[in-house]
């Protein structure tokens, strides 16, 4: 058999070097831009929930026509503040948490009594307590403790590096905007020191009061056809994000070393075929194994998500390693001088393999941290 020459073989080596250097490079730029534009959709949506003067993505905007059956709108101003004692039981894979929080009202004048018609919006109030309530005068005040569980869709995109912003939503269901109008207490409205929330540390707070309008006029004939109810409404934010690396670490170690587990056979002579092979083959199905357990871990989503790229790159780097060990053993074989071409083929893949992962993956990580 004609053997090729030395400069062909060189040739193939560096080929197949440049396309697993080129794929993980491509692979890195993309992944990595992909996690920090996702960053910064989430910021923008976060700031534009907190911010009076701007419209959430997908939402209605803000209807101002002041239409109702009474003629004269009493635009009744009622401050309002909120704080928060206790978060509880935050279930990301069942899409809600709850909270023990006190809201107050203070407002002037007869027959408002707002505790007895708010509501929240993003959830159900399980205990409504009045806790306090006096008049001086014009001036009135109540104090209401309330437990409640708030409808949260926890974004996963860039779970565990994520960071969410969870909102307390109130209206009054019996007046619109243009008769009661929540004024936020801003100075007075906190979050208590004892409030903690597992594997996240809460790093920004935020009252703010919105117009939010409903694409309907609730089926009355008094309202234009193409009206649209709108309601003064509270918000209350809390800004929440991964307070350290542990469970980045913990949820992917079983998948790091099996991708170790997959460059230790680059030391095993291309000769022992089987022993070389059986690391790459065990460290493939470790994997495959650590993805069902990722995967049990988080909710459902029809997005690629962090997740899904750390596990699906590190499956692909340990097909590529069995690939090349497939290459070393034909080489080692096939070639009269294949031993010593079989042994830079092994050393300078492994070291590629082994940087560009750790490249990816940081970069990975960092553009989906807050």
């Known amino acids: 058999m004609k053997q090729p020459s030395d400069t062909w073989k060189l040739r193939l080596i560096v080929s197949w070097c440049v396309v697993l ?45 002041q239409v109702g059956h009474d003629s004269k709108p009493k635009n009744i101003k009622v401050t309002a503040g909120i704080y928060v004692d206790r978060i509880f039981d935050v279930k990301l894979r069942h899409t809600h948490w709850k909270v023990d929080y006190y809201i107050w009202f203070r407002w002037s004048g007869p027959n408002v009594h707002p505790g007895d018609h708010f509501q929240i919006i993003n959830g159900e109030i399980i205990k409504k307590n009045l806790v306090s309530k006096t008049s001086i005068g014009s001036e009135h005040y109540e104090l209401y403790r309330i ?31 243009f008769d009661l109008t929540y004024v936020p207490d801003a ?110 871990q988080i909710p459902l989503s029809s997005g690629y998500t962090l997740t899904d790229m750390v596990t699906a790159t590190s499956v692909i780097t340990i097909f590529l390693t069995l690939l090349t060990s497939t290459m070393s053993v034909g080489i080692h074989h096939k070639w009269i001088d294949g031993p010593a071409w079989a042994w830079r083929l092994d050393r300078v893949t492994q070291i590629i393999f082994l940087v560009c992962y750790i490249i990816l993956n940081i970069a990975l990580a960092l553009n989906a941290s807050l």
């Open 21 to 65: 250097v080129f794929t993980y490079l491509a692979a890195t730029f993309v992944m990595a831009d992909f996690m920090h534009d996702e960053k910064e959709r989430a910021a923008t949506r976060h700031e534009a929930r907190l911010d009076k003067n701007k419209v959430e993505a997908g939402r209605t905007k803000t209807e101002q026509r």
């Open 187 to 296: 100075a007075g409205s906190a979050i208590s020191s004892r409030v903690k929330i597992p594997g996240y540390e809460i790093y920004a707070k935020k009252v703010v009061e919105k117009g939010h309008s409903y694409k309907t006029r609730r089926g009355d004939p008094h309202l234009p056809e193409n009206y649209k109810s709108t309601y003064s409404q509270l918000a209350f934010g809390i800004g929440i994000k991964r307070a350290s690396w542990g469970l980045y670490i913990k949820m992917f170690i079983g998948i790091f070393s099996a991708v170790c587990l997959s460059l230790l056979a680059f030391f095993v002579s291309p000769a022992h075929t089987s022993p070389r092979f059986a690391l790459g083959v065990g460290a493939f199905f470790a994997s495959i194994a650590s993805i069902y357990v990722i995967s049990s």
């Open 147 to 177: 437990t409640a569980e708030i409808t949260k869709f926890f974004n996963i995109t860039r779970y565990p590096r994520d960071d969410h912003l969870m909102t307390i939503l109130i209206e009054d269901t019996k007046r619109q905007f």
